[in-house]
């Protein structure tokens, strides 16, 4: 059973999706839980099935004291570097939260501070409370949805299924595709990679 707090039952949790990805945005969220919150299932969102997370995600939404999520897209990755992106995408959901938390719980172990509020690094911390879990959950479900829908745009690299991850079958589909206007440039998009015609 992950546990519920950390510190105050007002802080909120915060994690990323989507920073080993070839193409589309990192994706944050940030959420309070409230005073009692109980769910058997809630757990590391890599942990849990598709259908499990997508029960979650709606349990999560309708009983949090606040949450927010923000996409930071692959033009400003490829500007300020996937780490300075994640961490931007965590504060803008910090921001947008309807109510400010007394604390902040960081899933991994870099964050820049966030102002006027105290935080503390977890190092596999989607496992171990339950704040940081559910935002594991919402920052993986709403970008799981974003590439399901640019997956439409552009069904030969399979967004729907591998969410821009450097599987296999994306890797091929770029060697015969090339670039579309959603990979992030930055990134080594092929192994043998020196130079890409972009």
């Known amino acids: 059973m ?7 039952h007002s ?3 915060t994690d990323e999706a989507g920073r080993g ?6 994706t944050a969220a940030a959420i309070i839980l409230p005073e009692g919150f109980s769910n058997d299932i809630l757990n590391d969102s890599k942990q849990l099935s598709h259908s499990k997370r997508d029960i979650l995600r709606e349990i999560l939404e309708q009983e949090a004291v606040s949450f927010s999520v923000c996409h930071v897209f692959q033009e400003e990755i490829d500007e300020i570097n996937i780490l300075n992106a994640s961490i931007i995408a965590m504060h803008r959901a910090l921001d947008s939260m309807a109510q400010a938390p007394s604390f902040i719980l960081v899933d991994g172990n870099r964050f820049k501070p966030y102002p006027n509020i105290d935080h503390e690094c977890i190092v596999k911390g989607d496992g171990k409370y339950m ?4 935002a594991s959950i919402l920052a993986k479900t709403y970008r799981d949805e974003y590439m399901a829908k640019i997956h439409e ?3 030969m690299y399979n967004w729907k299924k591998n969410k821009g991850y450097p599987t296999k079958e994306h ?3 770029i060697k015969q595709y090339g670039l579309t206007p959603h990979h992030r440039k930055s990134f080594r998009q092929l192994p043998e990679q ?3 015609d972009i």
């Open 194 to 196: 020196l130079t890409l």
């Open 2 to 8: 992950l546990k519920i707090y950390y510190k105050h």
């Open 153 to 155: 745009e552009f069904p």
């Open 11 to 13: 802080e909120a949790g």
């Open 171 to 173: 890797r091929e589909a």
């Open 131 to 134: 704040s940081i879990a559910a």
């Open 21 to 26: 990805c070839l193409a589309g945005p990192v």
